[in-house]
C-alpha cells in the first residue's frame, strides 16, 4: 500500500530544498494562468461594452433610408434622394404589425454658436418618439410638446457635449444658441451615453422636425425626411413588421410589380447578432491564444523535473534501496509537478487579476473579471501540472535501484 502521508512529506520537503529550481518550473505555469485570466477579462470587458452600446442605441430597431441618387451615372450614397415622408412613418404607425413606436428624423451637420464659442456638430430633427426609440433621456428641462411640432417652434435639447463647449459651467437652460444664423432657445439636455466607437453619442442637437425642415435645412420636397427608425415591439415582431414596413412603402410610393424598392429597411437584430459573434469570436481566439502559454508552460514543467530525475538519480537509487517502491517514486514526482502547477497557478490567477484591472484603468476600457474563468485556469493548471508531470515521474519510477546508486 501507498504510504501517501510519507510521500507528500518528501515531494514538499524537495520542493523546499530545491526554491530556485521550483520557482523555475512554476515560472511558465505562472504566465500562462495570468495571460488568460488578463485576455479572458479583455475579451469580456469588450462584450460587455458591445451589449451596453447596443443598448443604448436601442433594441428591436429597423432603420429604413430613402434611395440613391445618381449623378452622371455615379452613386452618391443610400439616403441621397427624397423618397420618404412624414406620411410614409404615419402609414407605417397605423399599418405595419408589431410596432412599438415610429421615430421620423432629419439630420445634417452645422455650425452652432452661443456667444463667442461655436462648434461643429449633428442637428437632428425629430419627434419625441425618437428619444424613447433611442434610449435617450432628459436630464434637465423637458420635451418638445405637440405645439412645438406643429408650430415649427425653434427651441432645442442639447447633448452634454454641447452643453461643455458651448456653454461650460453656464446653466444652459433657457440661454439662446445660434444654427447657422437661426436662433434657438434651450428647453432640455440630454443624460450622458458616452462614446460608442469613434462616434461620440452626446455630440448632438434636438430640434423639432418642422422646425428642421423649414428653418434650418430647407428642402424642395416638403414633408420629406432622411430616415425613419422603428422600433418593434420585440425580437420576433421585428420581422413581421421588416416585411409589413416594405409592403406599405411599396403601397404608398406607388411602385408597380417591376420597379425596385426606392427605400432600404435595415434590422438593428443582424447587425447585433454580428457585433456578438464577432466579440465572442474575438473573446475566445484570445483565451486560446493565452491557453497555449499554458500548455508551454506544461513542456517547461517536463523539461525541468526531467533534469530533476537526472539529477536526483542517486537519491531516487536510495529511497529504492531503503524499500520505496515504483508507485512511491511515481507519485512523489506527480505531486511535486502538481504542487508546483497549483502555486503557479494561484500565483498566476493574482497576478493576471492585478495585470487586468491595471489595463482597464490605464486604457480606459471595460474589463471584466468572473469567477468562472479563474477557478477554470486554476483547476486547469493542475492538469497541466499532472499531465506533464506524469512521463518524468514515470521514467523515474522505471529507475534500477543498483544502477541509480552507481550514478555519479
Known sequence: MIDFKSTMKIALNSLKVNK???????????????????????????????????ESMGSNLLTIRSAT??????????GTKPTLSLKDAQAIKKQARGVDAVAP??????QVMY?????????????????????YEIDLGKRFTRDDELNATKVAIIGKTIEKEL????DPIGKTLRIGNVPFKVIGTIKAKGQMGPM????????????????????????????????A??????????????????????????QVDDFQVRNSAEFQEKMKSTVQTFAILLASIASVSLVVGGIGIMNIMLVSVTERTKEI?????????????????????????????????????????????????????????????????????????YYPAYKASLLNPIDALRYE
Request: charged residues 15%; positive net charge.
Open 20 to 54: 530556485m529550481r521550483s520557482a523555475l518550473t512554476s515560472l511558465g505555469i505562472i504566465i500562462g494562468v495570468g495571460a488568460v485570466i488578463i485576455m479572458l477579462a479583455i475579451g469580456s470587458g469588450a462584450n460587455k461594452q458591445v451589449q451596453e452600446n447596443m
Open 69 to 78: 441618387a445618381k449623378t452622371g451615372g455615379v452613386s452618391l450614397g443610400i
Open 105 to 110: 428624423l432629419m439630420s445634417s451637420s452645422k
Open 115 to 135: 456667444g463667442n464659442q461655436n462648434w461643429q456638430t449633428t442637428i437632428y430633427g425629430i419627434t419625441n418618439p425618437y428619444l424613447y426609440v433611442k434610449n
Open 167 to 170: 456653454f461650460g459651467d453656464v
Open 200 to 231: 461620440d453619442q452626446d455630440d448632438l442637437i434636438f430640434i423639432p422636425i418642422t422646425t428642421a425642415q423649414r428653418k434650418v435645412f430647407g428642402t424642395d420636397f416638403p414633408g420629406m425626411v432622411n430616415q425613419i427608425i422603428v422600433k
Open 233 to 258: 415591439k420585440s425580437l420576433e415582431d421585428s420581422t413581421i413588421a421588416e416585411s409589413d414596413i416594405a409592403e406599405i412603402l411599396r403601397r404608398t410610393h406607388n411602385l408597380g410589380k417591376m
Open 317 to 389: 537509487g536510495i529511497r529504492m534501496a531503503i524499500g520505496a517502491r515504483a508507485t512511491d517514486i511515481r507519485l512523489q514526482f506527480l505531486i511535486e509537478a502538481l504542487v508546483l502547477s497549483l502555486i503557479g497557478g494561484l500565483i498566476g490567477v493574482i497576478a493576471g487579476i492585478i495585470i487586468a484591472l491595471l489595463i482597464g484603468a490605464i486604457f480606459k476600457t471595460a474589463i471584466v473579471i468572473t469567477i468562472f474563468p479563474i477557478i477554470l485556469s486554476f483547476c486547469f493548471s493542475g492538469l497541466v501540472g499532472i499531465g506533464f508531470g
